[in-house]
């Protein structure tokens, strides 16, 4: 049992087994989660052609399956501290065909550093895993 003081290491807890069952339980814990990644791309869909896209918490690349899908010129990178899910998200983006336009940060945001800009970037049900305000505002 962890201490309630401990920080959460979200990199611990997503490990590979979590990381397998992830996409089943999310969406009995969140029916339209499906419906989410769809909204993201209706409201992305005024980004350029080639776009650059930043998912941080990348998870199993369930956002990047669907944009990648919908925008098939766009490029992205994929940055979660879990290393069990971005082996997930890499088995799921290479089954789809996409594996050459998607680059993978395994690290926190805060961590990471592009030579790339994006023209949009999510953080889509990562703010939870974070503990405090400072923190998620950092």
């Known amino acids: ?12 807890h997503f490990d590979e087994a979590s990381a397998t069952r992830y996409d089943r ?21 005024r980004l350029p052609e080639r776009a650059e896209f930043l998912s941080a918490g990348s998870g199993t690349g369930a956002e990047i399956l669907v944009l990648g899908r919908r925008f098939p010129f766009w490029r992205f ?5 879990s290393s069990d899910m971005t082996t ?3 088995r799921r983006v290479a089954a789809a ?17 592009s030579a790339t800009s994006f023209d949009a970037a ?3 049900f990562v703010s939870h895993f974070i503990a405090g305000r400072e923190e998620k505002l950092a």
């Open 25 to 45: 339980r999310i969406r009995s814990f969140c029916p339209s989660y499906d419906a989410l990644h769809q909204m993201t791309a209706a409201w992305l869909s």
């Open 1 to 12: 049992m962890s201490r309630p003081d401990a920080a959460f290491d979200a990199a611990a």
């Open 77 to 81: 990178t994929a940055v979660d501290v």
């Open 88 to 90: 997930a998200c890499r």
């Open 97 to 113: 065909g996409m594996a050459e336009r998607v680059a993978y940060f395994r690290g926190r945001l805060q961590e990471f550093r």
């Open 122 to 124: 999510s953080s889509i």
